[in-house]
Each structure stands twice: as structure tokens, then as C-alpha cells.
């Protein structure tokens, strides 16, 4: 198993920046990518970007260009600093970890809220 506990979430101004932080315990050597989803009221939840293990970075288009993940191997720590904020990345943040335990399989964080609002 695999528990995952986010923190950091707030509410914040357009054009602002915050930072998640996911601390990852458990069997963590199994964990191959660690990352972020988002889900907003009355909508699905969307992937947000990721890291592996290894370093290899994934980002949602949106976000590209004004989020950064980043995962510490030494803390089990994954970060999510976020940029320039907008008004549609109002969202609860859910951190996630894709593990070998020996079946694959995904492990869930509480969420943490994000509101962007002036």
C-alpha cells in the first residue's frame, strides 16, 4: 500500500502561485510515477502533470508553460508549483501514485482545494 497526504492548497489571486507538496509513505520502492489530478465541480477529474521515478516529466497542454512538478527520491516528496494562475484552475488537487505492488495500480491523496478568485 501506498498512502499519499497533500498539503498547500489555499485560495490565491489570478495571476498568483502556490505550491502543493504530496508526502508519499508506505511501499514506496514499488512507486513508478507519482503526479497530480484536478477535478472541478460538475466536471470529471483531469490529469495534470507527473514525474516518474526516473525524472521523466509529463504535463497537461494548459499547464505547460506555468506549472512545474517535481519529485524528491530522497523525501518521497512530489511538488506541484503552480504559476500565473487562473480563474479555471480553481479545483480540488488530488495527488497520485502509479505503483508495482505487484499488480499496477493507482493510490489516491485526500485532495487539497485549490480556489483562484479575486
Known amino acids: 500500500q501506498v498512502q499519499l497526504v497533500e498539503s498547500g492548497g489555499g485560495l490565491v489571486q489570478p495571476g498568483g502561485s502556490l505550491t502543493l507538496s504530496c508526502a508519499a509513505s508506505?511501499?514506496?520502492?514499488?512507486?513508478?510515477?507519482l503526479g497530480w489530478y484536478r477535478q472541478s465541480p460538475g466536471q470529471e477529474r483531469e490529469y495534470v502533470a507527473a514525474?516518474?521515478?526516473?525524472?521523466?516529466?509529463d504535463y497537461e497542454d494548459s499547464v505547460k508553460d506555468r506549472f512545474t512538478v517535481y519529485y524528491d527520491n530522497a523525501k518521497n516528496m512530489v511538488y506541484l508549483w503552480m504559476n500565473d494562475l487562473r480563474l479555471e484552475d480553481t479545483a480540488v488537487y488530488y495527488c497520485?501514485?502509479?505503483?508495482?505492488?505487484?499488480?499496477?495500480?493507482?493510490?489516491w491523496g485526500q485532495g487539497t482545494q485549490v480556489t483562484v478568485s479575486s
Open positions: 514525474s516518474t521515478t526516473a525524472g521523466r516529466l
Open positions: 508506505g511501499t514506496v520502492s514499488s512507486v513508478h510515477t
Open positions: 497520485y501514485a502509479y505503483a508495482d505492488q505487484p499488480l499496477w495500480r493507482t493510490f
